[in-house]
């Protein structure tokens, strides 16, 4: 399967614990992106890499989130002293982009996280 | 007021009728991308379009530009088109801006 992998699926953790999720991408695109979505709404974007820099940061992007994307391929999106807030499902969407715009997006099927 | 508006929320049908879904944005857009979500979440790409109209297989989707609109048709729908329809808008390279969603179902 060459599409974008997520792991884990699904995580369930206390409050004040720290969680982890990784993002393979589609191994020729260059731009990933993190994004959360809850119960019932829209996806909201939490961050964008281009390569190994990370190009822009969301504001619901707390000290408490960190992203990282090193040598530009598999991306981690590390949680610190997660709460009951945090539980959302993580999306990551990555793209061949050359053009002004993110590019045709390809997701995988996204990290649900519950913090007890 | 969100930067997009989708309507409606939730739409029912039978199947074989036709299905149109609308997206309105209230910002200058390089693109705008429209999405399908299945329940377990996993988010599929159906058309990425700046202008015009794309048509693949059953779906159509087309763009006013000028009036910051776009709309989502589909034809002869089938209960397997059940899903949540997300809008999302490019604002430059990095930001997707979504919309809230259309929950669809078609009843046999």
């Known amino acids: 399967d060459t599409g974008v992998s997520q792991n884990p699926r699904h995580k369930i953790t206390k409050r004040g614990q720290n969680v982890t999720f990784r993002c393979d991408p589609i191994?020729?695109?260059?731009?990933l992106y993190w994004y959360r979505q809850t119960l019932g709404q829209g996806p909201e974007f939490l961050t964008y890499f281009q390569n190994e820099a990370q190009l822009e940061k969301s504001r619901l992007l707390s000290d408490r989130f960190s992203a990282e994307r090193p040598k530009g391929s598999f991306s981690t999106l590390e949680i610190q002293r997660t709460e009951q807030g945090d539980s959302a499902m993580y999306l990551c969407?990555?793209?061949?982009?050359?053009?002004?715009?993110?590019?045709?997006?390809?997701f995988g099927e996204g990290s649900r996280l519950t913090v007890l | 007021k969100n930067e997009v508006e989708q309507s409606p929320q939730n739409l029912t049908a039978q199947e074989g009728e036709f299905i149109t879904i609308n997206c309105s944005y209230s910002?200058?857009?390089?693109?705008l991308h429209w999405l399908q979500q299945h329940p377990g979440g996993g988010i599929v790409s159906l058309f990425m379009l700046s202008s015009g109209k794309k048509k693949h297989g059953r779906l159509i989707a087309t763009i006013n530009i000028q009036e910051k609109h776009s709309s989502l048709h589909i034809t002869a729908s089938h209960p397997r088109d059940s899903a949540v329809y997300i809008c999302a808008v490019n604002l430059g390279a990095q930001k997707l801006v979504f919309g809230q969603g259309t929950r669809l179902t078609i009843n046999p």
């Open positions: 191994s020729e695109h260059n731009r």
């Open positions: 969407a990555s793209s061949l982009g050359r053009t002004p715009n993110t590019g045709e997006l390809f």
């Open positions: 910002v200058g857009i390089s693109a």
